[in-house]
């Protein structure tokens, strides 16, 4: 497609539109000293504080790590989840959002398996299929977590430096700030540049990109930072993502595409995602095709 494979962004952020929340910006406020402060005892304490004052739970700090307690109703999609398995990524994600702004937590797009343990077990699968069947089809599986301060420290985004088993979570304390501050960063471990790093992963980007829209459709914008100037992707990345917008719907999908022409990533067209989608066709040929869940480009302006 017309996209070169290494792409110069023109912005290092990106706002959605202003929140005015004190709360928001103290979150944001805390974060930023935690890196510049390169997370001395005295920042976390504070941030530690700030948390447990916003979620109103006490909390434990281990390992430069944050475990506490939510309560799980018996409609949430993972109440029901055999022991030992947990979840990861947007599913525990909204859930700390939620209790961290007293909303009703919204509908994952698809749950996110953990376990702590060492080798997979046959019954890995089969809990798979159950409760992540659309991404056990492309290849998920359950994610075994044989160290919580590994596992937290290589994540992609810092939003989801968060593992829930049950009712216990255990995230970091940047993790929970950004969460918070409605921000999106690259990991250290990804290379942000806020960490001074000049090369991002473009899946990560695009990652914070889908987020970004699901977001602002959701009329609860986030910040979206710490990306470098250069960002390489394939289409095959850039169809996975599309593909999970439309999961949770058109208007998402379209946000998806004009974020990413507005950042530069995508060259301007008068409708960015039916451009996207004609480019992208002839990745849904084959079996195993991509765009699952997309119309046709035609249909869109039908």
Do not use: W
């Amino acid at each position: 497609m017309a996209t070169p494979s290494t792409l110069s962004i023109r912005h290092r952020s990106l706002r959605g539109k202003a929140t005015g929340q004190s709360v928001v910006e103290s979150a944001r406020t805390l974060a930023t000293d935690l890196i510049k402060g390169s997370s001395s005892r005295h920042t976390v304490q504070q941030a530690q504080a700030f948390i447990q004052d916003i979620l109103g739970t006490p909390t434990s700090l281990t390992e430069s790590y944050l475990t506490f307690s939510l309560e799980i109703a018996a409609h949430q999609a993972h109440a029901s989840l055999p022991e030992p398995y947990g979840i990861k990524g947007g599913a525990a994600r909204e859930l700390l959002a939620a209790r961290a702004h007293s909303r009703q937590a919204r509908a994952p797009r698809d749950l996110d398996l953990i376990r702590r343990g060492t080798f997979p077990v046959p019954a890995d699968s089969a809990v798979a299929r159950t409760f992540m069947p659309h991404d056990y089809q492309h290849g998920a599986r359950v994610e075994l977590i044989r160290s919580m301060p590994r596992y937290l420290s290589t994540r992609d985004i810092t939003v989801n430096e968060i593992a829930m088993f049950g009712a216990t979570v255990s995230l970091s304390v940047l993790g929970a700030l950004d969460t918070i501050g409605h921000l999106l960063r690259p990991t250290r471990y990804r290379g942000g540049s806020i960490h001074r790093q000049r090369f991002l992963d473009g899946r990560v980007f695009l990652k914070m990109v889908r987020l970004y829209a699901e977001a602002e459709c959701h009329g609860d914008p986030v910040l979206l930072v710490g990306i470098p100037d250069e960002v390489s992707f394939s289409d095959c990345d850039l169809a996975l993502q599309l593909d999970k917008a439309f999961q949770r719907n058109d208007d998402v999908a379209r946000t998806f595409a004009d974020t990413l022409v507005l950042l530069g990533a995508l060259p301007a067209s008068s409708d960015p995602l039916a451009k996207l989608l004609e480019e992208l066709e002839p990745l849904r040929l084959g079996e195993q095709g991509l765009l699952p869940h997309a119309p046709r480009s035609t249909s869109l302006n039908s």
